[in-house]
RNA sequence: GUGCCCGUAGCUCAGCUGGAUAGAGCGUUUCCCUCCGAAGGAAAAGGCCGUUGGUUCGAAUCCAAUCGGGCACGCCA
C-alpha cells in the first residue's frame, strides 16, 4: 500500500539530474503526524534529499506535491515548516489495506530486499556442562525471534548451535560425575572433594546413576586414564539431549549443532592460523601490563602466540596458544568462524550476553580477518534478567548448584509467557522477571492485552459463523469497503498498512521488541473500536439485519487477525482463540 | 585506569535512518455493560527526556564532557 506512495515521491526525485540512483523507496520516511489535523501522513524526503540532489528543499518539497496531488489517492497536499509534506488520502486507500492483507495472507509483512541471501544466527551456544538456566532464556528467545525476522527480509537462515565440547570444563564435568558415580557406588563423598572447578550440581548425581545402570563398578578404582574419555562423552550426549529438548519446549530449534572438538579433529585451528600467518597477523609478542592490574607483582610479561586483532580495530592483540601449548578459547573460535565463512557465510549474527561485551572486538576482527574482509558478523549483547519472586530478587549459586533452570521457568509460566517477557523490551535493558507478576492477568502483562484481542476477533467469527455457516475468503474480498469510513476503521487499517515497514524495519535493526510493540498498537486501536460499537450501535461487527455490512466489518478484523497472527508467528507465541 | 550498555511521568517501559505540541500501561480521579467477551473503552492529572556544552532549518535521538547505575578488561570458557 504504502509502496504506491513511496514509488510516487521517488519518480519525483529521479527527475533531477543529480539522480536519484543510490536512493532506495526505503529511505524515504513516510509516518502519520501526531497531530492528526495535518492530514494522513508526512514525509520529511524534500529535507533528506535536497542536498544530495543539489536543490533547495523548498522547490524540491513544491515538485513533491504537484506530484503527489495529482495521485488519484491523494486529496489535499499541505507544504508545512522546513519542508515537511503533509498529505490526506481517499478512505478506499486505507480501505484496500483489507483486501491486500487478505489476499497475500501469510505472506503479508514479507519483503524481498535481501532476496536469498545466506546468513547465519549463532545463538544460545551454552556449554554442555549443566542444565540450561534462566540466563539462557534470553538468548534463545532473543536469537529465534530475530531468526525469524531475518527470513522475514528475504534472507536464508541458519539457526546454529556452538557445542563447547572440549577443554578444561569437559574434564572437570567428567571429574565431577567420577565423584558421583563412587558416590553412587557406595563411597565416601563430601562436598570439600569437589575444587572450585567442578560442578556439583543434582543432575550430575543422576547422570551418575545412569552410568551405574550401564557400566556398574567397572570403572571404580580405575585411573583417571580408563574413564575420562568416556565420561566425557558420556555427559556430553546427556546434556545436549537435555538442552534441546529444553529448547523445545521453549520453542526454538536449530538447524545445526557446531562440535568446537570436531572442527579440531578437521584441524581448521590450524588452517585459521596459516591463513592469518599469511596476513602477516600472527606474531610472537609480550602483551604490554592492562591499566586495571596496578602493579607489577600481579603481572608477568611472557612471549606469546598472539593474533593482531588491532589491525582490524581490536583495542588489543589477543592471545592465541595458552603457556602449555594448549589452545586458547579464542583459538577454537577462530576455527569456527572459518568454518562458518567456508559453508559460505558472508553476513553472521551472533547473540551474547552483556558480560561478553568484551569479545565483541576480537570476534569481528577474526571474521574481518579469516575472510580478507569479505565477512562481517554483528554481535548482539543482551542485558541480564533479574528474576523476582513477588518482588524480591531470587539468589541464585550456579557453584552450589542451585540456579534456576529455563526448564523451572517454562513448566512454571508456560512457554508463551517466558517468550513474551524475554522479547517485549529491547535487549540494551535489563529485565525484571517477576514470577508472581508474569503470570498475572492484568496490564502488567501486555501479552494478555494482545490475546484478548485477538480472542474477542475469533470470538466475532464464531458467533457469525454458528449463524451464517463458514465465511469465506472471497465473500471478504467481494465485500464492500467503503461504508467503513469511521475514524477509529480507518486507524485500525492505517496500523495494518504500517506492518510491512515495521517487521522489515525491526528485522534490518535486529530489535525483535519492536513486533510485540507494535502488535499492542494493533491490539489497542481494536479494543478502541470494539468500545466504540457499544456506543455507536452502527459500529457493532455483527448486523443481523444487514448481512452486507457485516461482512465488510468482518474483512477489516479478517485482515487484523491475519497481521496479529504474523506477529505471533514471528515472536513464536501461540495465539489464543478464547480466553475464557 | 580503559571499553560497552542504560538514565524519558510516582512505577515499568516505547519513541524507527535526527522531524512538527515526547507516547503507552500500571497506580490516582471521573465516566461507559438491556446489545458481538468490561481480562475492555473514553477522559483528567502527571515531564527542564540525568546535567552542561556543541553540531543544524530542527536533538530524547548525533558529538564532547560530566554525574549516577550495570557489565567487562593478559593463558577461564
Known amino acids: 500500500m504504502l509502496h504506491t506512495i513511496r514509488s510516487c515521491i521517488l519518480n519525483v526525485l529521479n527527475l533531477f539530474t543529480k539522480g536519484a540512483k543510490d536512493i532506495a523507496e526505503d529511505m524515504i520516511l513516510l509516518d502519520q503526524p501526531k497531530d492528526k489535523n495535518l492530514g494522513d501522513l508526512y514525509t520529511n524526503a524534500a529535507m533528506m534529499f535536497a542536498k544530495r540532489l543539489e536543490i533547495s528543499p523548498r522547490v524540491l518539497a513544491e515538485a513533491i506535491r504537484d506530484a503527489l496531488a495529482s495521485s488519484e489517492n491523494v486529496t489535499e497536499v499541505s507544504l508545512a515548516g522546513p519542508g515537511f509534506i503533509n498529505f490526506k488520502l481517499k478512505n478506499s486507500f486505507w480501505q484496500g489495506v483489507i483486501s491486500d492483507v487478505i489476499e497475500q495472507n501469510e505472506n503479508y509483512g514479507f519483503s524481498n530486499v535481501y532476496a536469498n541471501k545466506l546468513i547465519n544466527v549463532e545463538f544460545v551456544s551454552a556449554n554442555p556442562t549443566g542444565p540450561l538456566h534462566t540466563g539462557h532464556a534470553r538468548n534463545a528467545v532473543f536469537g529465534s525471534v530475530v531468526a525469524n525476522l531475518l527470513e522475514r527480509i528475504g534472507y536464508k537462515v541458519t539457526r546454529e548451535f556452538y557445542i563447547n565440547d572440549q577443554g578444561n570444563q569437559i ?53 583417571e586414564s580408563e574413564w575420562l574419555a568416556l565420561l566425557s562423552q558420556f555427559a556430553i550426549d546427556r546434556m545436549m539431549q537435555n538442552v534441546k529438548n529444553d529448547l523445545r519446549n521453549l520453542g526454538v530449534v536449530m538447524d545445526v549443532y557446531t562440535s568446537e ?168 535493558v535489563m529485565i525484571d522477571f517477576d514470577f508472581v507478576k508474569a503470570v498475572e492477568q492484568s496490564m502488567d502483562n501486555p501479552l494478555f492485552y494482545i490475546q484478548y484481542a485477538y480472542a474477542r476477533i475469533c470470538s466475532v467469527f464464531r458467533n457469525y459463523e454458528a449463524e451464517n455457516g463458514e465465511i469465506t475468503r472471497d465473500d471478504l474480498l467481494n465485500s464492500d469497503k467503503s461504508i467503513l469510513s469511521d475514524e477509529a476503521e480507518i486507524s485500525l487499517m492505517k496500523a495494518l498498512a504500517f506492518w510491512p515497514d515495521q517487521v522489515k524495519a525491526a528485522a534490518i535493526a535486529i530489535e525483535p521488541h519492536r513486533i510485540p510493540v507494535y502488535m499492542q498498537n494493533i491490539a489497542s486501536l481494536f479494543h478502541s473500536l470494539w468500545n466504540k460499537g457499544k456506543i455507536n450501535s452502527e459500529l457493532r461487527f455483527i448486523d443481523k439485519e444487514n448481512r452486507h455490512e457485516t461482512i465488510s466489518r468482518l474483512s477489516l478484523l479478517m485482515a487484523t487477525k491475519k497481521v496479529l497472527e504474523d506477529g505471533f508467528r514471528i515472536i513464536g507465541v501461540t495465539p489464543m482463540m478464547e480466553m475464557r
Open 261 to 428: 572438538a570436531e572442527l579440531c579433529k578437521r584441524n581448521l585451528v590450524e588452517e585459521a592460523l596459516n591463513i592469518l600467518s599469511e596476513c602477516g597477523d600472527i606474531y610472537e609478542g609480550v602483551l604490554p601490563r592492562p591499566k586495571g592490574i596496578a602493579s607489577d607483582d600481579e603481572w608477568e610479561e611472557r612471549p606469546q602466540t598472539l593474533f593482531r586483532s588491532t589491525k582490524y580495530g581490536d583495542d588489543v592483540d589477543r592471545a592465541i596458544r595458552k603457556s602449555d601449548g594448549t589452545w586458547t578459547y579464542f583459538a577454537g573460535d577462530l576455527a569456527y568462524h572459518l568454518d562458518k565463512i567456508k559453508r559460505g557465510f558472508t553476513e553472521m549474527v551472533a547473540i551474547l550476553g552483556a558480560d561478553h561485551n568484551g569479545y565483541v572486538k576480537r570476534l569481528k576482527s577474526a571474521v574481518k580477518a579469516l575472510s580478507a574482509g569479505k565477512a562481517n558478523i554483528e554481535v548482539r549483547l543482551y542485558q541480564l534478567v533479574n528474576f523476582l519472586e513477588n518482588g524480591k530478587p531470587v539468589r541464585m549459586s550456579k557453584r552450589a548448584g542451585n540456579f534456576i533452570t529455563l526448564k523451572d521457568v517454562v513448566e512454571r509460566v508456560g512457554k508463551d509467557v517466558t517468550r513474551y517477557m524475554m522479547i517485549s523490551r529491547h535487549h540494551d
Open 171 to 223: 574434564k572437570f564435568l567428567a571429574r565431577s560425575l567420577y565423584l558421583r558415580y563412587r558416590e553412587a557406588l557406595g563411597a565416601e563423598i563430601s562436598e570439600s572433594d569437589f575444587t572450585s572447578d567442578m560442578y556439583c550440581g543434582a543432575y550430575v548425581k543422576e547422570l551418575a546413576k545412569e552410568l551405574v545402570d550401564i557400566y556398574q563398578d567397572k570403572f571404580l578404582n580405575q585411573p
